[in-house]
């Protein structure tokens, strides 16, 4: 029986890059994970071992580095459409590329005056940027996203009128904690073909509007909730075709504090990590093909 080679890539994992600019004395820092992977002609080195069109991914990690040092990182963004285009463009045998990129956030050290040093961070809390480009030589295609931001509504949640079974326990909730950690992934209308989107502005008025969404929404699911997050994002950012959130359920319940001879008035709490409801889902513009794949 004959065998035949399926779809295939290779890459370079998680390179790890600090870019630090020093024209001011008033620092900038990007801190960047990215990951390469490539694919195209690349049967012979599968079916004879044949490395002729093989660009190592030693290389590929190399001019992660290179291209830190002569483009500079404006944004997660911009940085992997640079480096999307030099592997498939300059690399006959290279077909397609995907680049992979998590951003860390560097706050600065508030100093009382603020005019000390310029040079002094602090790592932000757990939030994680995220960004992947794929190129196939004519157009690109671009996903922003964020992961491990946690956010809570101490009130306007409630959860009732479900389904019931011989199995449920759940109380009915009329005013209960919502808490959530979001993964969020949204593409971008932006191919290649004009001038590209403001990355840093528009991931932050994104992320605003995810924000603002979750604390504005009076919820009855964290369904609803998430779909008032996409729509938020799609009725203000026009750059922005599709939105993908994947939302524990980061469930708070109630102390019985009975035993104590004392009263649980929607104070007390534990917060149970597992396990918990995962909610997920896509909210896209009308027309448009969903293309972000379940993580």
């Given at each position: 029986?004959?065998?035949?080679?399926?779809?295939?890539?290779?890459?370079?994992?998680?390179?790890?890059?600090?870019?630090?600019?020093r024209?001011?004395?008033?620092?900038?820092?990007?801190?960047?994970?990215?990951?390469?992977?490539?694919?195209?002609?690349?049967?012979?080195?599968?079916?004879?071992?044949?490395?002729?069109?093989?660009?190592?991914?030693?290389?590929?990690?190399?001019?992660?580095?290179?291209?830190?040092?002569?483009?500079?990182?404006?944004?997660?963004?911009?940085?992997?459409?640079?480096?999307?285009?030099?592997?498939?463009?300059?690399?006959?045998?290279?077909?397609?590329?995907?680049?992979?990129?998590?951003?860390?956030?560097?706050?600065?050290?508030?100093?009382?005056?603020?005019?000390?040093?310029?040079?002094?961070?602090?790592?932000?809390?757990?939030?994680?940027?995220?960004?992947?480009?794929?190129?196939?030589?004519?157009?690109?295609?671009?996903?922003?996203?964020?992961s491990?931001?946690?956010?809570?509504?101490?009130?306007?949640?409630?959860?009732?009128?479900?389904?019931?079974?011989?199995?449920?326990?759940?109380?009915?909730?009329?005013?209960?904690i919502?808490?959530?950690?979001?993964?969020?992934?949204?593409?971008?209308?932006?191919?290649?073909?004009?001038?590209?989107?403001?990355?840093?502005?528009?991931y932050?008025?994104?992320?605003?509007?995810?924000?603002?969404?979750?604390?504005?929404?009076?919820?009855?699911?964290?369904?609803?909730?998430?779909?008032?997050?996409?729509?938020?994002?799609?009725?203000?950012?026009?750059?922005?075709?599709?939105?993908?959130l994947?939302?524990?359920n980061?469930?708070?319940?109630?102390v019985?504090?009975?035993?104590?001879?004392?009263?649980?008035?929607?104070?007390?709490?534990?917060?149970?990590?597992?396990?918990?409801?995962?909610?997920?889902?896509?909210?896209?513009r009308?027309?448009?093909?969903?293309?972000?794949?379940?993580?």
């Amino acid at each position: 029986m004959a065998h035949v080679l399926g779809q295939n890539q290779y890459g370079k994992a998680e390179t790890r890059v600090v870019r630090v600019r020093r024209d001011t004395a008033r620092h900038e820092i990007k801190d960047l994970n990215v990951s390469v992977a490539l694919s195209g002609d690349l049967d012979d080195v599968h079916l004879t071992g044949s490395n002729a069109n093989c660009l190592p991914t030693d290389t590929t990690k190399n001019t992660v580095y290179a291209f830190a040092k002569e483009h500079g990182i404006e944004s997660a963004e911009a940085f992997g459409i640079h480096l999307a285009r030099h592997f498939v463009d300059d690399n006959e045998p290279i077909r397609r590329a995907r680049i992979r990129i998590e951003e860390y956030a560097w706050d600065r050290i508030p100093t009382q005056d603020d005019a000390g040093p310029g040079h002094s961070f602090v790592r932000s809390g757990g939030e994680v940027r995220t960004a992947e480009i794929g190129y196939d030589g004519s157009s690109f295609q671009v996903i922003t996203g964020l992961s491990e931001l946690t956010v809570l509504n101490s009130t306007d949640s409630e959860f009732w009128g479900y389904i019931k079974d011989k199995y449920t326990t759940l109380k009915e909730a009329y005013d209960r904690i919502l808490a959530t950690q979001v993964t969020a992934r949204w593409k971008h209308s932006w191919s290649g073909a004009e001038t590209q989107p403001p990355w840093e502005q528009s991931y932050a008025e994104v992320r605003r509007h995810l924000l603002e969404a979750f604390a504005q929404t009076y919820s009855y699911s964290l369904q609803q909730t998430l779909y008032a997050m996409g729509t938020r994002v799609l009725n203000n950012r026009a750059e922005v075709d599709e939105v993908r959130l994947e939302l524990p359920n980061k469930h708070h319940f109630l102390v019985d504090l009975e035993p104590f001879g004392l009263k649980n008035e929607n104070e007390v709490y534990y917060a149970a990590d597992r396990p918990y409801g995962l909610i997920e889902g896509t909210v896209h513009r009308e027309g448009v093909t969903p293309v972000i794949p379940v993580a």
